[in-house]
T-cell receptor, first 113, second 114 residues
Framework: GENVEQHPSTLSVQEGDSAVIKCTYSDSASNYFPWYKQELGKRPQLIIDIRSNVGEKKDQRIAVTLNKTAKHFSLHITETQPEDSAVYFCAASMIQGAQKLVFGQGTRLTINP | DAGVTQSPTHLIKTRGQQVTLRCSPISGHKSVSWYQQVLGQGPQFIFQYYEKEERGRGNFPDRFSARQFPNYSSELNVNALLLGDSALYLC?????????????FGQGTRLTVV
C-alpha cells in the first residue's frame, strides 16, 4: 500500500524567512496531494492541494510543487509569520475509489520572532 | 453552517470495554471518513462511508466497526479496548464521495484507555 515519508520532523525558522517541508510517496497511482495545518488542540485544516496533472500551485504565501517522476512533493511557505507555527501534514491519495488519505508523520514548524 | 461535530470530546475507558464515538457531518455532506491520530503521528485511515455504504477500510482489526445513518451522521465502535487504542479519533466529511471536494475535519474525540 501507499507510504508517505515527511521531512523534517521539526523545523524552526526566523520570522520573515521561508520554510520548506518535503514528502515522498511510494504508490505511483497516487494523484492527489493535500497539505493540512494542525494547530495545537485544533482540527486539521486543508491549506493547499495539488493534483498530478500540474507541477506547481500557489496561494498567496503558500506553494506546493510536485515531481511525479521522483514521487515527491514539497510545501513552501514564504515570508513566514508567527501564526504559521503549527504541525503540517502532507498526504497522498487517489482521486477515484475510497477516500483514503495516507498522511506523513508531520512537521512541527516554529516561527521565531 | 455548523462544522463537523464530534462527541464526546474526551473519553476515558478501561481495557476490555467498548466505546462508541459519534460524528455529525456538515449539512449537505454525504461522505464521512474516520481517522485515528496517535500522539505525534499523522492521522491513519480507518473507514469511509458514502450514502450509508462502506467505501473503504484501513488496516485496523475487526474490533473496529462503523456505520452511517440515513441523516449521514456516523458512529465508530471499538470493542475490547486496548491501551494502544488511546488516540485522537477524527471524523472528516465531504459533500460527495470523491476527493474532488475538500474534506472538513471535526475537532476529534480524545480517547484514553487505562
Amino acid at each position: 500500500g501507499e507510504n508517505v515519508e515527511q521531512h523534517p520532523s521539526t523545523l524552526s525558522v526566523q520570522e520573515g524567512d521561508s520554510a520548506v517541508i518535503k514528502c515522498t510517496y511510494s504508490d505511483s497511482a497516487s494523484n492527489y496531494f493535500p497539505w493540512y495545518k494542525q494547530e495545537l488542540g485544533k482540527r486539521p485544516q486543508l491549506i493547499i492541494d495539488i493534483r498530478s496533472n500540474v507541477g506547481e500551485k500557489k496561494d498567496q504565501r503558500i506553494a506546493v510543487t510536485l515531481n511525479k517522476t521522483a514521487k515527491h512533493f514539497s510545501l513552501h511557505i514564504t515570508e513566514t509569520q508567527p501564526e504559521d507555527s503549527a504541525v503540517y501534514f502532507c498526504a497522498a491519495s487517489m482521486i477515484q475509489g475510497a477516500q483514503k488519505l495516507v498522511f506523513g508523520q508531520g512537521t512541527r514548524l516554529t516561527i521565531n520572532p | 453552517d455548523a462544522g463537523v461535530t464530534q462527541s464526546p470530546t474526551h473519553l476515558i475507558k478501561t481495557r476490555g470495554q467498548q466505546v462508541t464515538l459519534r460524528c455529525s457531518p456538515i449539512s449537505g455532506h454525504k461522505s464521512v471518513s474516520w481517522y485515528q491520530q496517535v500522539l505525534g503521528q499523522g492521522p491513519q485511515f480507518i473507514f469511509q462511508y458514502y450514502e450509508k455504504e462502506e467505501r473503504g477500510r484501513g488496516n485496523f482489526p475487526d474490533r473496529f466497526s462503523a456505520r452511517q445513518f440515513p441523516n449521514y451522521s456516523s458512529e465508530l465502535n471499538v470493542n475490547a479496548l486496548l491501551l494502544g487504542d488511546s488516540a485522537l479519533y477524527l471524523c472528516a466529511s465531504r459533500r460527495t464521495g470523491s476527493l474532488n471536494t475538500e474534506a472538513f475535519f471535526g475537532q476529534g474525540t480524545r480517547l484514553t484507555v487505562v
